[in-house]
């Protein structure tokens, strides 16, 4: 095994008491985890049998990612793995959730398993369930085989049934052993971000083949739901959503339509066919002539229920017209997303009140990346930690308020491949140096492990 040092400071400062908050003011049997996705951190981008994704060409393009770096080495998770558990173990959470790479387990995207593949995300289970800590995977965050993108990739309906095929194989090997399956995590990031706006791969800009893909997703999580639950019958079934509240910069009603079509295409487009079996009508009529192709028998798998919504929360918009995000001066994370703490509470109470048939939710991502420095030995990342006990203390409003949450996971365990903006962007609670590999506990991790006790 590779030796991967890790350095255990201890908390550099006592931290501000967030309120009253602790870990008892959530409820009894509340999910604590930490978060990462495959191409984000596994690297070992050719090894044991794993095939190309449209990541690993997407990252070959010129121009494509600011650092013009790519996921061949990452976090070297794939060799590095028994330690990154024991850190996982050491933070204290109860939960880690990770996605599985289509690529390593079905190379082509269709036709044979690739065993050695399934043999690692084994490996990972069982070493996660040997530390204590509950394995929570999704079984798609982005890197899809580039065979299938070849073939029109998610605006090709047929990788929806390819998709369900790979998800039965994953179900089949892990099994009960794992407790939660996302199908798809953020489709809005997926299509419309991967297809119209081009900033992630495939790299398109095509507002027609986004919409096909946003469906062509929506319908591979409908049709894998079936065979998670046939091969996991004891596991929680659901998908991971990226929503935020989109708000009007003003009461003049162009600003207040451009703020309900944007709330319409980043969240109600994927809620509704999920939660309601339909999409939402103004929103179909402003896409004209871009609309998807919808088969007959195609909402009732997508609308079947879900055993969990998982949400990713990391900011909300504030539009003007004709349609474009306007700053509102308030701080901003690296990724000049304004913070914005209360948009949980807003966003889970108004799901709620929405949507009769919400599922139990799950946070699935939340976290900020910031300008993280080491220095002798240390990451003193002040602004995360508020932000983390920020958001929690929003999150636990939600839950006063009477939402049903179960969980929640901070994005991320550790820095990583932060998709076009390479390796510029720091998420983790842990800090990573690319040269050495050494993981640095940062003070956000100090810091959630004693919240978590
Ligand atoms: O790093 C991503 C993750 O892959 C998906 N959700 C948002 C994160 C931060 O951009």
Redesign the pocket.
């Known amino acids: 095994m590779t030796q991967t040092r890790i350095t255990q400071t201890r908390a550099a400062q006592t931290w501000p008491a967030p309120g009253t908050l602790r870990r008892a003011d959530f409820p009894a049997g509340f999910t604590f985890g930490v ?1 990462t ?1 495959s191409y ?1 951190i596994e690297g070992a981008a050719a090894e044991d049998g794993r095939g190309p994704s449209i990541w690993d060409t997407f990252c070959r393009e010129p121009g494509r990612i600011r650092d013009r770096s790519n996921g061949d080495v990452a976090c070297d998770h794939y060799h590095r793995w028994e330690a990154d558990l024991d850190l996982i173990a050491a933070l204290g959470v109860d939960a880690y959730r990770f996605s599985v790479a289509w690529p390593r387990v079905q190379p082509g995207g269709s036709g044979p398993i690739n065993a050695a593949g399934l043999d690692f995300y084994e490996r990972l289970t069982d070493g996660l369930l040997a530390r204590g800590v509950e394995p929570h995977v999704t079984l798609y ?2 890197d899809l085989p580039q065979p299938l993108q070849d073939a029109g990739g998610w605006a090709n309906r047929d990788t929806a049934h390819r998709f369900a095929e790979y998800s039965a194989a994953v179900a089949e090997r892990l099994g009960d052993r794992v407790k939660s399956y996302a199908t798809l ?2 489709p809005w ?1 997926s299509s419309i971000l991967s297809y119209e706006i081009g900033e992630h791969a495939p790299g398109l800009r095509d507002r027609r083949l986004a919409l096909a893909a946003a469906h062509g997703l929506l319908l591979g999580h409908g049709l894998a739901l079936p065979e998670i639950r046939r091969h996991a019958p004891g596991a929680g079934a659901g998908i991971v959503l ?1 929503l935020g509240p989109q708000m009007p910069a003003s009461d003049r009603p162009e600003d207040v339509a451009a703020a309900r079509l944007a709330d319409g295409r980043l969240n109600r487009w994927f809620l509704g066919p999920l939660l309601r079996g339909e999409y939402p009508a103004d929103v179909w009529e402003a896409c004209g002539a871009d609309v998807p192709e919808v088969q007959g028998g195609d909402l009732a798998p997508i609308a079947a229920p879900l055993d969990f919504l998982g949400v ?1 929360y ?1 900011t909300r918009g504030v539009l003007g017209a004709p349609g474009g995000g306007v700053p509102t001066g308030a701080p901003v994370t690296d ?1 000049g997303w304004e913070i914005y703490p209360q948009g949980l509470t807003e966003l889970l109470t108004r799901l709620k009140a929405d949507y009769p048939n919400l599922p139990p939710v799950v946070i699935t ?1 939340n ?1 900020a ?1 910031f300008a993280d420095r080491l220095q002798d030995g240390r990451v003193h990342d002040a602004g995360r930690v508020q932000y983390l006990q920020t958001h929690l203390e929003a999150l636990r409003q939600a839950v006063e308020a009477g939402v049903d949450v179960r969980g929640y996971f901070a ?2 365990l550790m820095d ?1 491949f ?2 076009a ?1 390479g390796y510029e ?1 720091r ?1 983790g609670l842990v800090y990573v140096d690319y040269g050495t590999q050494e993981r640095v506990l940062k003070d956000s991790a100090h810091w959630y492990r004693e919240f978590l006790g």
């Open positions: 978060a996705s984000q965050h982005w995590n953020e990031c990226n990713n990391y990724m991502e976290g990346a994005w991320s990583n932060e998709w903006y962007k998420f």
